[in-house]
């Protein structure tokens, strides 16, 4: 079946400095690929998304690139601010998903970025 | 943006009350909404994924008499936890895909509600 995995948090950063959070999936079809963020107390919020191999997402500075052959979709900023801490979640939907195109979930990276 | 409302936010009520969460989608129509259970500082788990006009299909584990949905519209979804009880105490998340969209396209969810069985 599917999967992801995510780095385990939390991470802990200093205003400014550089964020990855590891991601890596497995799928038996073509899956699209997401990041969610979740803010303390909300539902999730879509960041950003990429739907086929080499496809960069990007929004908010935040960026991402689908890596069919290292099955990764590693997250990025080049400059964190204390606004980005919130809870992150990786994510797939499966071409080959029967459930109606259900999303599956990493087990999320909370942030925490500090001033 | 496409918008999916959940309410209420937070229910607070006495065991063995039923309660009933209501998920939206404001802007668009949604043949297929989905219900997740989050545990603090845990990932999101499907419950169900609930189907316009049908029945829900439950995931493993999850009990369908204890959680009833209702897709009765196709941008209205409903979550009742019957006889609830302080193990029910979670926040519980819907979400909603476009209808029509395929698996590329992101889903959309709603803000969460906080229930608490005292």
């Known amino acids: 079946g599917d999967s992801v995995t995510q780095m385990e948090g939390p991470v802990t950063l200093s205003e400014e400095a550089f964020l990855t959070i590891n991601c890596t999936y497995t799928?038996?079809?073509?899956?699209?690929l997401f990041w969610y963020v979740q803010y303390p107390g909300e539902g999730l919020q879509l960041l950003l998304k990429?739907?086929?191999?080499?496809d960069k997402g990007s929004n908010k500075g935040f960026e991402a690139t689908y890596r069919k052959e290292t099955t990764s979709f590693h997250l990025e900023k080049g400059s964190v601010q204390v606004s980005d801490s919130a809870v992150y979640f990786c994510?797939?939907?499966?071409?080959?998903?029967?459930?109606?195109?259900?999303?599956?979930f990493g087990g999320g990276t909370r942030l925490m970025v500090k001033p | 943006g496409a918008v999916v409302s959940q309410h209420p936010s937070r229910v607070i009520c006495k065991s063995g009350t039923s309660v009933k969460i209501e998920c939206r989608s404001l802007d668009f129509q949604a043949t297929t909404m989905f219900w997740y259970r989050q545990f603090p500082k845990q990932s999101l788990m499907l419950m169900a994924t609930s189907n316009e006009g049908s029945k829900a299909t439950y995931e493993q584990g999850v009990e369908k008499d204890k959680f009833l949905i209702n897709h009765a519209s196709l941008t209205l979804s409903t979550l009742t936890v019957t006889s609830a009880h302080p193990e029910d105490s979670s926040f519980y998340i819907c979400?909603?895909?476009?209808?029509?969209?395929?698996?590329?396209?992101?889903?959309?969810f709603g803000d969460g509600t906080r229930l608490s069985i005292l």
């Open positions: 979400s909603a895909r476009d209808r029509g969209s395929y698996s590329n396209q992101p889903q959309h």
């Open positions: 994510a797939l939907s499966d071409t080959d998903n029967n459930a109606g195109n259900m999303l599956t």
């Open positions: 799928a038996t079809g073509y899956p699209s």
């Open positions: 990429a739907t086929k191999a080499d």
